[in-house]
């Protein structure tokens, strides 16, 4: 089955949003800054820390400011 639950979705997402910092060579304080995050905040996404929900305003601001579309965040990154 193709089903997808939440918990793996999420994972998804943030192993997704990592993958754009390391390929465009950021640190989380500037990439974070960027999107208006802390450096915390991004570690702690990143390490599956940050407890409550991603939502779809952060999902947003990122792929704007980074300009990917949104829906790579959910399967993969491409640089373009």
Do not use: A, M, P
């Amino acid at each position: 089955s193709s089903d997808v639950c939440s918990s793996d979705l999420r994972e998804i997402v943030v192993l997704n949003i990592k993958k754009l910092r390391l390929n465009l060579n950021l640190d989380e304080v500037e990439f974070g800054r960027r999107i208006g995050k802390t450096e915390s905040f991004i570690k702690k996404l990143e390490q599956n820390k940050y407890t409550r929900e991603v939502n779809i305003e952060l999902l947003s601001r990122i792929s704007n400011v980074y300009d990917i579309d949104i829906k790579d965040l959910f399967d993969g990154i491409t640089i373009k």
